[in-house]
């Protein structure tokens, strides 16, 4: 009766599903039965043994179903005051998530959602930050049985060489990325692969696919087979996180998550909802520990705003876009512009990859930012009739380029190291500078040669390249070094560590790219890391001081611990990245505008020894007034322009004061 009348949105075939003393073999029999979820109902579970016979009773039913259906089947047990939710792992019931109602003041909504995320029964649910923290956060049912699930299939094949490789190569790029602070655990390796398939699954049903068909296969879904047909590239690849499609038992995982994620109507998306959904899965402390903090919805189209004055004329860069908040609110931007000059959607989706770019050396950030880039674009004009070939410009790539501050390139070749810890299994692989000039010729050229490499028979001499040559032009006096580097990868392949390689190359050498001076764009926005100089690793300390040092930024020993990665961020990338007269707006520290680390900042002169660098800033915002607090410190917002000597201006026009209180951070 409570599954019948409560508000579970079940339709009229699920309520004919619900099957009473279901036969199960053996002369047994499941008390209720609905979709993939067996309940079996006990009086009061706290008497005697009543509990630990019920869950060997659920075992059974739910290996049975298991086993008859080929569908992964769930248990719950409860007693009407406690609810148990419990999945079969290597034979064995596990605990996944619990809920108890006080009998004298139930909660009844708080029953429903939970019922409701168990179930899956809901359809077009508008996916609104607290719908999806009620639905897939990590405090529903639903996420508490993904995570469990897979961590037990990551538990099993956690030493095959290609899924080994894929996690040394995240825990890299997060070093890179947060410093010291984070640790590589199998629980946040396991978080960032679940959060990668549901954006993937997502960015699917946005472009107009139906990803709960079981006709697609979830290898298809992981590895973005479906967008090449539809022309639409640069989302979903073969990355970091493939693996579960690529293993015993991942595929029904990936078939359940789809079927959850497609209950939502993800065509009524007004703001960057991966980032709520990152918030709603990885928990508060260990965000706060690895300092991710997402730029509230607002601030970021209050700096778009005020940075991107001709959206239709200037290329826009966040070159540390995170889930993309900054860029979805840059293409709705443009499109907007579009519309209102009359550009029709086509022209406009042809001109937008080429004016709005991300870059960020997280590789889920990167992965959740393409699926807002696709959300920003919004449903109707991904499914046009006359939508052009669409390539989304977010990538993966270390923007500050640590390590060779001098240059990304070293002897005019780029430079990918292909060691594991300390021991190096192969040379480098190299690909010339004359490569990097066509950026779509290059991503071309090297996922040819990483196919190419991993169609051979392992252990057999690597086929000619005459033909790879002639077909993407490549100059005689590169073809000898690229041609050591396509060897290098066929040892890879052998040693079973090819599968991301083409993929890792491809994303990295696009920061090269944009720095070309003809490549350079006319606005910069974003929110550079916040990294602390003592939660760098040694490298990065040792590179960050010389770096520093060089742009007369370092302020001494006495303050080396307040000392941060966002102002040389700044500096760096308007270096690299922003042509002469091009403009700034980034989301900083409120110690910018005044305290002593900064100081070296506020000049305005960041002189490299590349070439020179100077700012003109503008009025700053100051956000510290502003409550709630939506970073761990007070924040302020820095503009300016990049300019000759001449025309700088150092940082000290008094900020604009904001102030308020906020009805919800992201609001």
């Not at 508008?126 to 508490?144: F, Q």
């Not at 990325?177 to 396991?190: H, P, S």
């Not at 209102?340 to 870059?359: C, E």
């Not at 040892?491 to 090819?498: A, N, P, T, W």
Request: negative net charge; charged residues 25%.
């Amino acid at each position: 009766m409570l599954l019948a009348t409560a508000p579970l949105s079940l339709c009229d075939s699920d309520l004919r599903d619900i099957v009473l003393e279901s036969p199960a073999g053996q002369r047994r029999r499941i008390d209720v039965e609905v979709g993939f979820t067996v309940f079996e109902v006990k009086r009061d579970l706290r008497v005697g043994n009543v509990r630990a016979d019920a869950v060997q009773q659920l075992r059974g039913y739910v290996a049975s179903r298991t086993e008859t259906l080929k569908q992964r089947y769930v248990g719950v047990l409860t007693d009407g005051a406690e609810w148990h939710l419990y999945h079969l792992v290597d034979g064995e019931m596990r605990l996944v998530s619990s809920l108890e109602v006080d009998p004298h003041t139930p909660k009844v909504d708080d029953l429903c959602v939970w019922l409701e995320a168990v179930l899956a029964t809901a359809e077009k649910i508008v996916p609104t930050p607290v719908e999806i923290e009620r639905r897939l956060g990590a405090g529903s049912p639903a996420h508490a049985l993904e995570f469990s699930e897979l961590s037990a299939l990551y538990r099993r094949v956690r030493d095959v060489p290609g899924v080994r490789l894929k996690r040394e190569l995240w825990a890299k790029l997060l070093t890179t990325a947060l410093g010291t602070n984070f640790r590589d655990e199998d629980d946040l390796f396991v978080e960032h692969t679940l959060l990668v398939a549901m954006a993937e699954i997502i960015g699917h049903a946005v472009v107009g696919f139906h990803p709960a068909d079981p006709n697609i296969r979830p290898a298809e879904l992981l590895g973005g087979h479906l967008f090449v047909g539809a022309q639409i590239g640069g989302v979903i690849e073969a990355d970091f996180f493939d693996w579960p499609a690529e293993v015993d038992g991942g595929d029904t995982l990936v078939k359940t998550l789809a079927r959850r994620l497609t209950r939502f109507a993800w065509h009524l998306v007004e703001h960057d909802v991966m980032k709520v959904l990152y918030e709603s899965i990885i928990a508060p402390e260990q965000r706060h520990r690895l300092g991710e903090y997402y730029t509230p919805d607002w601030l970021a189209e209050a700096v778009v705003t005020a940075t991107v004055t001709d959206p239709l004329n200037q290329r826009v860069l966040d070159p540390s876009c995170g889930s993309g908040t900054f860029l979805f609110h840059a293409v709705r931007r443009y499109l907007t512009a579009a519309t209102h000059a009359g550009v029709s959607p086509a022209d406009a989706l042809g001109g937008l990859s080429q004016s709005v770019i991300g870059v960020d050396v997280h590789p889920v950030a990167v992965t959740l930012a393409r699926v807002t880039y696709l959300l920003a674009i919004g449903m109707e004009r991904l499914r046009a009739d006359d939508r052009p070939p669409l390539s989304v410009p977010v990538y993966l790539g270390d923007s500050v380029q640590w390590g060779q501050h001098r240059g990304l390139l070293e002897h005019n070749a780029l430079a990918v190291t292909t060691s594991e810890g300390d021991r190096r299994f192969v040379n480098e692989l190299r690909f010339p500078e004359r490569l990097l000039a066509d950026a779509g010729r290059f991503d071309r050229l090297v996922g040819e040669l990483a196919d190419k490499a991993c169609s051979r028979t392992p252990g057999s001499p690597p086929p000619s390249l005459a033909a790879t040559f002639r077909r993407y032009d490549v100059h005689p006096d590169d073809q000898d070094l690229l041609g050591d580097t396509f060897r290098s990868m066929c040892e890879l392949h052998d040693q079973g560590r090819d599968h991301i390689w083409g993929y890792y190359v491809r994303n990295l050498a696009r920061p090269v790219w944009l720095a070309r001076e003809d490549n350079r764009v006319d606005v910069l926005v974003g929110n550079p890391p916040w990294l602390a100089y003592r939660f760098m690793p040694e490298a990065m300390q040792t590179n960050f001081r010389a770096m520093s040092n060089e742009r007369k930024f370092w302020a001494g020993a006495a303050v080396a611990t307040h000392q941060d990665l966002s102002g040389l961020f700044v500096a760096r990338a308007t270096e690299l990245y922003l042509r002469h007269g091009g403009r700034f707006g980034f989301v900083m520290p409120l110690a910018v505008l005044s305290r002593r680390q900064f100081a070296g900042f506020r000049t305005g002169t960041w002189s490299s020894p590349v070439e020179p660098v100077h700012a003109a800033f503008a009025e700053p915002w100051d956000l510290h007034l502003v409550k709630p607090s939506f970073f761990p410190v007070p924040a302020a917002v820095v503009f300016g322009q990049r300019t000759t000597k001449g025309d700088r201006q150092p940082l000290t026009t008094p900020a604009q004061i904001w102030a308020g209180r906020l009805p919800h951070r992201n609001t």
